[in-house]
């Protein structure tokens, strides 16, 4: 079955603790993304890749980290500087094609802080 | 001015009626837009997406694109309960290369039965 898998589905992190955030997808896509998700609110862009290692940073990307060693894999670190990392995050990818760029998600990384 | 904006709802629609959905968008050069419906405590998924103005019908629902207007519609015909959900609009600035989208705050749809 094709797809973005992301994990683990509920993650808990205490304070100070560093978590990380798996993202595989089995598409062939070239561009990956990590959007954080709050409550009532719409998607808000962390960090994306476009290309094996090379990432932007999107909107919101102090308190975050993320690799791309291998086009498959987009892991994303919440370190212990991001104050309020409780949130739905998720993890998208899509083809590189100019305008058309439609993006799929995964199901989704509930965090909490303990 | 918001980038994408969304009327946030929540939108109520008895079942059987259409339901429209609008989104208005700042960036005139905007290339193309999307639809997703995101279910309670669910991920995003895509249902539309446009690219030309006027029309563009997939069974129940038309999505609407007015560029001269800046706005971008969804109508969804003979609304069932399994439509209620947060409706999010998407765009695709008018920078090629960049493959980002900017997502509006959603609109949230109840069908009552």
């Known amino acids: 079955d094709g797809g973005i898998t992301q994990s683990p589905k509920y993650l808990f992190r205490k304070e100070g603790q560093n978590v990380t955030l798996s993202c595989e997808q089995n598409l062939n896509h070239d561009a990956m993304y990590w959007y954080r998700q709050d409550p009532g609110q719409g998607l808000r862009l962390i960090y994306y890749?476009?290309?094996?290692?090379?990432?932007q940073k999107g909107d919101i990307a102090e308190g975050y980290s993320v690799s791309r060693e291998k086009k498959e894999s987009f892991p994303l670190t919440v370190t212990s500087a991001q104050k309020n990392p409780t949130a739905f995050y998720l993890c998208?990818?899509?083809?590189?094609?100019?305008?058309?760029?439609?993006?799929?998600f995964g199901a989704g990384t509930r965090l909490s802080v303990l | 001015q918001k980038e994408v904006e969304q009327n946030s709802g929540p939108l109520s629609v008895p079942e059987g009626a259409i339901a429209s959905l609008n989104c208005t968008y700042s960036d005139r050069g905007s290339q193309s837009f999307f639809w997703y419906r995101q279910y309670s405590g669910k991920s995003p998924e895509l249902i539309m997406f446009?690219?030309?103005?006027g029309d563009k019908e997939d069974g129940r629902f038309t999505a609407q694109l007015n560029k001269a207007s800046q706005y971008v519609s969804l109508l969804i015909r003979d609304s069932q309960p399994s439509d209620s959900a947060t409706y999010l609009c998407a765009v695709h600035p008018p920078n090629f290369g960049n493959e980002k989208l900017t997502f509006g705050t959603g609109t949230r749809l109840t069908i009552i039965p």
């Open positions: 998208a990818s899509s083809i590189i094609s100019g305008a058309k760029n439609i993006q799929y």
């Open positions: 446009i690219y030309s103005n």
């Open positions: 890749s476009q290309i094996v290692n090379d990432f």
